[in-house]
């Protein structure tokens, strides 16, 4: 089995920073993907940035120049700094990953989600 744990977020004023982590963990053979989406009150859950196991990355319109999304290999483990944040930033953040796990099991996973607030 593959779990993915997430750590970090919280609380932060408009213009503060936070950094989200997370860590896959069990019978990893290869990640290819990992990322993090979000999702707002109300809204669809959406794309906020992921990284490829080349260290590409994409980032969603609303938040390139101030998010920046980094992973390290050997610790299986993605992170997302979130700079000069905004209260449209505020909504749970999930963790993602495309992984393939031993028997050549590949799937997508998903952490428990943690909450993000901004205030104004």
């Known amino acids: 089995q593959v779990q993915l744990v997430e750590s970090g977020g919280g609380f932060a004023q408009a213009g503060g920073s936070l950094r989200l982590s997370c860590a896959a963990s069990?019978?990893?053979?290869?990640?290819?993907?990992m990322g993090w989406y979000r999702q707002a009150p109300g809204k669809q859950r959406e794309l906020a940035a992921v990284?490829?196991?080349?260290?590409?990355?994409n980032f969603a319109d609303s938040v390139k120049g101030r998010f920046t999304i980094s992973r390290d290999n050997a610790k299986n483990t993605v992170y997302l700094q979130m700079n000069s944040l905004k209260p449209e930033d505020t909504g749970i953040y999930y963790c993602?990953?495309?992984?393939?796990?031993?028997?050549?099991?590949?799937?997508?996973?998903w952490g428990q989600g943690t909450q993000v607030t901004v205030s104004s």
């Open positions: 993602n990953a495309d992984i393939t796990s031993s028997g050549w099991r590949r799937g997508d996973y």
């Open positions: 990284v490829r196991s080349d260290g590409s990355t």
């Open positions: 069990g019978r990893i053979v290869t990640i290819y993907v």
